[in-house]
């Protein structure tokens, strides 16, 4: 199995950018497909953003598009999350999550192995 390992989280203001990373060990990561969810403490656990396995497939939540990059180098074992024009209420917990199939899957139950999480706190 895979051991997934978060950084780069911190605090940033408003309107602000971050790149957070997620380092895989343990297992051939390129078999994984990928997540970014996040918690706060009062909305949960949510999906934020995947990526299939070969990379050249992307998906996102609402909220997220047009400022959020999920991408991931194989060769490397990392994916990132960049992350720009951050809100407040982008303020939460990062967790990647691994998924042993081509897809991911928007359903947090599907994933069989997380990181420790990174938090990421934006101010006004």
């Known amino acids: 199995q895979v051991q997934l390992v978060e950084s780069g989280g911190g605090s940033v203001q408003a309107g602000g950018s971050l790149r957070i990373y997620c380092t895989a060990s343990?297992?051939?990561?390129?078999?994984?497909?990928m997540a970014w969810f996040r918690q706060d403490l009062a909305a949960g656990l949510n999906f934020t953003a995947a990526?299939?396995?070969?990379?050249?497939?992307?998906y996102y939540e609402d909220s997220v598009k047009e400022r959020f990059i999920i991408s991931r180098d194989n060769n490397e074992n990392t994916m990132f999350l960049q992350m720009h024009d951050l809100k407040v209420e982008d303020t939460a917990t990062y967790y990647c999550?691994?998924?042993?199939?081509?897809?991911?899957?928007?359903?947090?139950?599907?994933?069989?192995?997380w990181g420790q999480g990174t938090r990421v706190t934006v101010s006004s």
């Open positions: 343990g297992d051939t990561f390129s078999r994984y497909a």
């Open positions: 999550a691994a998924k042993k199939t081509a897809d991911w899957d928007l359903r947090l139950v599907e994933y069989d192995q």
């Open positions: 990526i299939n396995r070969a990379g050249d497939r992307t």
